[in-house]
């Protein structure tokens, strides 16, 4: 399990190094500045909560992690799709009403922090 976390969330972030480029280079000149903004807080969140899935999947790896560090690292990845996925899917699509998913993706990041740091006092 824990290399399938490590896999996922180096996968988050290269592709968020990918969308981030692609943002610098492709997207500046044809996005209003706002909506670039946008897009370029999907791709911190999105390469921020990468790392995190990453040190979630080492630490299972490492410890006698609970089955609460996991769930943790399943809920990082699912914030990434829901909170950094609709940022990117309001850019493109244009439409604003996506952004009822972002605080789900928000607060999947929220719980998954606080999984882990429970999880980690009780392994």
Known sequence: MSR??????A??????VILGA????GLKSR????????FETGVQYQFYHALGLILIGIVVQFTKASAMVTAAGWLM?????LFSGSLYAICF????????ITPVGGMAFIVAWVLLAI????S
Request: glycine content about 14%.
């Open 93 to 100: 699509s244009g439409i604003r009403s996506l952004g009822m």
């Open 4 to 9: 399938l976390l490590i896999f996922c969330g």
């Open 119 to 122: 999880g980690i006092l009780r």
């Open 11 to 16: 996968l988050c972030a290269a592709l968020s």
């Open 22 to 25: 692609f943002g610098a280079h």
């Open 31 to 38: 996005l209003p500045p706002e909506i670039l903004a946008t």
């Open 77 to 81: 990845l699912a914030g990434i799709v």
